[in-house]
């Protein structure tokens, strides 16, 4: 396990390495516990470092067995080698060839981190700090070096030899051996180096680029599941046309690859001309796939492609700057489902997640900037504060420039910085280069942590025939973070009358409004609109233009003419939103004071309409019918916080709808119902979406029709995405037909580990008190595997993440159960175990008897012994502050 010298890591301590490695030539012979690693190292001092240095390389469990410099074998007084590094206390002045042997383990390789085995298959996870675990190395992003890769093994056992680049040579060995030579001409930082070893399925295609290069496509899988690879292939064409569309960007090898393995600690890893996938993001069909699976795997194959220009031609200098290549690719990748799919519903479903996971994140004791400033451990920094909100910043930088002018920045920084290692910074100057503009309060997004809250108030003065608009911004203190300044907010807004047209803006006032967009940069502002000649209602932030947290003082009145008449469809939907929140917030509190929940018809008047609206896309009606979730619900409320008040006002808003709105929720049902045969495109997905959501709603009064209905649909589905929704639903009821059901699907997939796992998720997310049981029993059934890291996502991250009651059971247990998974955890696969640990980030915000228990359980793993960096880091900062 590693070990915790040298941290914490600050940005500011950050200086060019002394050495460089300009070559990087690996030999690898694969074995299942005794793998030879041989690397041959180009070493040459760092013009821009300080002068002679010692050479310091990184490991991480290693052990040497042989090392030389320039042919010449080196005499051990002339180094030091430990488990975590090698130095060389002095090396020769100039260039020189450092050659290392290690010997490896891959089988007990249990972290998935470096090279491991995995169900006979050897494959590399080296970001961040992965490729320290194969040989020493210089194990940073600003390193980059050209490697060619030599691997050999067994013929029968291996036959497939992958690694990064092209293919230049293959040949046998004796005794039944055999090899491959693979060279990537690009220069990479060590984290994209990969290997993969394995007896493989293959799905070939091929692409041919805008200057008309052909490229080869391949995806590799177990075999007997080639013909799963169908919707990962159609969705990497895509992805490769659309870069060359939307960004001017054309792949730059003779071959691509994507290769699916069932242990994965991640989604997927983006390793040049060689992505690594957690199968599930590969292998769909319509029997063993949702629409939510499809759409999953469209954009993370699209996400891990992107990263060839923003990641791996431009990368990160350090690990400080990971928004750089993760924010920049999610909104990347976000751009492509937008074209794809739906845009506005796209824009509803991220913001969903983002306020869900980011918000809350942002809200806790885990809130950190999009680029840190001091880490203990970066795996722990792959984080939705990272991801989504990075980019929701980059999303603002295109909505202040306008579209060309984004384009042109996005142009400037691939000529810029190609080939570089590049900082936040850098990306910035590029779009303040091509529009003048000074962009200098703007970066406060990426320093500062939290979520900004925004009030718009407004007021319409009849006489004079105007509306005044007054803003304000604030910012609450996070950990390490007590002062904030002022953001630069782009607000995208419109004066909607009373026809559901936007007025005409003129402004006069001290906040800048340029394309419809208002920029708040100082702590309060007001906008004066001329010539408004009837009284309006405010639409601002629409399409989410920042992410902020608003608070309006537009009445219920306004709210429903928003939803039925904006312009902006996110609104339309947003504005539902804020209704409901409204009610929630308000029923949880009457519900904890032992009162009547209060029945507000103007939200249901506002949904019939939406019901009743024939232009609205189904998806879009679906996303409308659903509340905001619990943890959304927790976060507004932000303090003294009771998970099983939430859940009872959630499903008493639930109750209602399906109460007021059951004939037109069954006329849509049994409209959408129809057999058609399955296609996973997204107008299709819409409509079983929504139509799921009737049924869902019809069923949640618990009655015998609905119910029935259910079961029947589960019954009867010819495609999983049916069959699910009818399971979830059922999953919800304490009815007989919910034990039918569960044993009848493990019954069917029991043989497919990757619906075997919706089989687990769906009963650790069981809002009952005797879910806890159920999940302990489940750990010891035989599809459950504590080494897997999709078997404990499902089952106990589930429970953790997905079961607000459960987890945060009054007396505890939930916390203690969780608790004990991540010290298991711990001394196998640390980066599991802490992303387990994250469960734990709104424990402050609970009420007391919650929070006393969460505290003990948190106290319980910051005591464990041995515990990893990963581990620790987590709990120490769920403690720290407060
Ligand atoms: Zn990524």
Redesign the pocket.
Known sequence: MRTDHARPVRLADYRPSDWLIDKVDLDIALHPSATKVRARLSMRPNPAADGPAPLRLDGDELSLSSISIDGASLPSEAYAATPDNLTIAQPPHGAFQLELETTINPSANTQLMGLYRSNGTYCTQCEAEGFRRITYFLDRPDVMAVYTTRIEADRADVPVLLANGNLVETGTLPGEKHFAVWHDPHPKPAYLFALVGGNLGCVDDSFTTMSGRKVALKIYVERGKEDRCAYAMDSLKRSLRWDEEAFGREYDLDIFMIVAVSDFNMGAM?NKGLNVFNDKYVLASSDTATDGDFASIEAIIA?EYF?NWT?NRITCRDWFQLCL??GL?VFRDQEFTSDQRSRPVKRISDVRLLRGHQFVEDAGPLAHPVRPEIYHEINNFYTATVYEKGAEVVRMIKTLLGSDAFRKGMDLYFERHDGEAATIEQFVQCFADVSGKDFTQFMRWYSQAGTPEVTANGKYDAATKTYRLDLTQSLAPTPGQKIKEPMVIPLALGLVGRDGKDATLHAKGNTRIEHGVAILSSPSASIEFSGISEEPVLSINRAFSAPIRLVTNLSAADLQHLAAHDSDPFNRWQALQTFALRILIANVTALRAGKNTNSDNGLMDALAAILADKTLEPAFVAQALTPPSEADIAREIGSDVDPDAIFAARGHLRRKISECLGAELLALYERFAVREPYSPDSVSAGRRALKNVCLDLLAVNGQADGIARVFEQYKSADNMTDRLAGLATLSFHDKPLRGTAFEDFYQRYSSDPLIVDKWLMLQAAIPDPITLDRVVALTAHPAFAVTNPNRVRSLIGTFAQGNPTQFNRADGAGYEFVADYVLKLNGTNPQVAARLMTAFKSWRALESTRQAHAEKAIRRVAAGENLSADVKDIAERALAGG
């Open positions: 983006e996400h990263h990641g290549k993760e690719t």
